[in-house]
Nanobody
Framework: VQLQASGGGLVQAGNSLRLSCAAA?????????VGWFRQAPGKEREFVAA???????YLADSVKGRFSIFRDNAKKMVYLQMISLKPEDTAVYYCAASNIAGIELPRLPAQGDFGYWGQGTQVTVSS
């Protein structure tokens, strides 16, 4: 699955952005779990959000209450809705897909769970 992430940009703190993830081939995501990760300059890539094939969603503690993830199967898209953005949300955001249906253990999805990655989209939040 080739993925395309889009929707990044430069916004002021407190504003919103919606990132989109699409399969380049037009393939539906109904057979995949999809996650968003981000990498800030000088930092490790970290988990942000995921929606699993079985429907469960996960959010990192740092974005709970501000970010949400959802699918639009008709449009073959997965979105990351971000509100109340903070300067610390500045990063390159990556979407990733996985063939796994869900996470059995009480843990957050991790990079190793996802085998397909798209190019990143830059999100910059100014103070």
């Amino acid at each position: 699955v080739q993925l395309q992430a889009s929707g990044g940009g430069l916004v002021q703190a407190g504003n919103s952005l919606r990132l989109s993830c699409a399969a380049a081939s037009g393939e539906t995501f109904t057979r995949h779990s999809v996650g968003w990760f981000r990498q800030a300059p000088g930092k490790e890539r970290e988990f942000v959000a995921a929606i699993m094939r079985v429907g469960r969603t996960y959010l990192a503690d740092s974005v709970k209450g501000r970010f949400s993830i959802f699918r639009d199967n008709a449009k073959k898209m997965v979105y990351l809705q971000m509100i109340s953005l903070k300067p610390e949300d500045t990063a390159v955001y990556y979407c990733a897909a996985s063939n796994i249906a869900g996470i059995e253990l009480p843990r957050l999805p991790a990079q190793g769970d996802f085998g397909y990655w798209g190019q990143g989209t830059q999100v910059t939040v100014s103070s």
